[in-house]
């Protein structure tokens, strides 16, 4: 089974930028959507950005757009989440996700693959 992980987070003060990433260990078969949620302490998971595996549109939450940017990057088989203006209500875990068409067994019943998180915290 394909297995996701991001890396990139970290510690990083208000106002500033992290890029993270989040790498596939195999190949989908057919991706309907790929997103990055995130999850503060306590808090439920939310979706930031997403990007549609047909034709790579994005999309992102109001409270993080113009700030977040998503991208893929075919050649690398890599999902990008580029966080810019970081604040204090960004803090939390950040995680990526894959939505295929298929299932791990072949059949077609959409399955989403999720990585283990990465955390990011914004702090002075």
């Known amino acids: 089974q394909v297995q996701l992980v991001e890396t990139g987070g970290g510690l990083v003060a208000p106002g500033g930028s992290l890029r993270l990433s989040c790498t596939s260990s195999?190949?989908?078969?057919?991706?309907?959507?790929m997103s990055w949620h995130r999850q503060a302490s306590g808090g439920h998971r939310e979706q930031v950005a997403f990007l549609t595996g047909h034709d790579f549109t994005t999309s992102s939450a109001t409270s993080t757009q113009g700030r977040f940017t998503i991208s893929y990057d075919v050649a690398k088989n890599t999902v990008n989440l580029q966080v810019n203006d970081l604040n204090y209500a960004d803090t939390g875990v950040y995680y990526c996700?894959?939505?295929?068409?298929?299932?791990?067994?072949?059949?077609?019943?959409?399955?989403?693959?999720w990585g283990q998180g990465t955390q990011v915290t914004v702090a002075s």
């Open positions: 996700n894959v939505r295929d068409r298929y299932n791990p067994y072949g059949a077609a019943i959409p399955y989403e693959y």
């Open positions: 195999g190949r989908f078969v057919s991706i309907e959507r």
